[in-house]
């Protein structure tokens, strides 16, 4: 039973170099959000999706773009990275509010540093 | 703006110690409080609260939700160094369309020495 998935585990990058961090899940779950952590700082939500084809901005999305083409696969794009972005990633995913309102499962993280 | 704050930031305990966490928030659209235990990885899921009042358990921990006074607690009874973690309390907000946000605290990052 994987759960949620994330690849890379560790990136170092250049300022400017573009990058998409990879998350996928396997437990058909409908919702599915990006995370940053930052030391002192919590989680602070990216972006979440609802369903395919539905995205969301979160509190701190500027410099990430996201889009859901299947249930399974929400990948976080970086566009131009920038030393400001170095942080912990996580994905997370859960069933749809409403419905068997399960908590969000998480995945175990990219550690990306931009230099 | 939705907002989550925890307390205290840090704390250290002996072990047998029993210990309390705070969490008070600020949201629109109040739907739940979760908290969250983080080791070195992904934060894995403690307790959801929905209700006043009602207290929720699982072995040595235990956590109640006031919606009135806008907090929750988390108690830890006879800690173990094993409890030693970051502990992540966030608040879940509808957004619309079945749809919702969790904003988090900082987090509580509680040390357990023997």
């Known amino acids: 039973n994987a759960g949620v998935t994330q690849t890379p585990k560790f990136q170092v990058l250049k300022t400017g170099q573009s990058m998409t961090l990879q998350c996928a899940q396997d437990?058909?779950?409908?919702?599915m959000s990006w995370y940053r952590q930052d030391p002192g700082m919590g989680l602070r939500l990216i972006h979440y999706?609802?369903?395919?084809?539905?995205?969301d901005q979160g509190e701190v999305p500027n410099g990430y773009n996201v889009s859901r083409s299947t249930t399974e696969d929400f990948p976080l794009r970086l566009l131009s990275a920038a030393p400001s972005q170095t942080s912990v990633y996580f994905c997370a995913s859960s069933t749809m509010w409403g419905q068997k309102n399960q908590p969000q499962h998480f995945g175990d993280g990219t550690r990306l540093s931009i230099l | 703006e939705d907002k989550v704050v925890q307390s205290p930031l840090s704390l250290v305990v002996h072990e047998g110690d029993t210990v309390t966490l705070n969490c008070s928030y600020e949201v629109t659209n109040f739907r739940s409080l979760l908290w969250y235990k983080q080791e070195k990885k992904a934060p894995t899921f403690l307790f959801m609260l929905?209700?006043?009042?009602i207290e929720k358990k699982s072995g040595r921990l235990s956590s109640i939700l006031d919606k009135k006074e806008l907090f929750s607690i988390l108690n830890i009874t006879a800690t173990q160094t094993g409890d030693s973690a970051i502990y992540l309390c966030?608040?879940?907000?509808?957004?619309?369309?079945?749809?919702?946000?969790?904003?988090f605290g900082k987090g509580t990052k509680l040390s357990v020495i023997p």
């Open positions: 999706s609802v369903g395919a084809g539905i995205t």
């Open positions: 437990m058909n779950h409908e919702y």
């Open positions: 966030a608040a879940s907000s509808f957004s619309g369309a079945g749809s919702y946000q969790l904003t």
């Open positions: 929905t209700s006043s009042g």
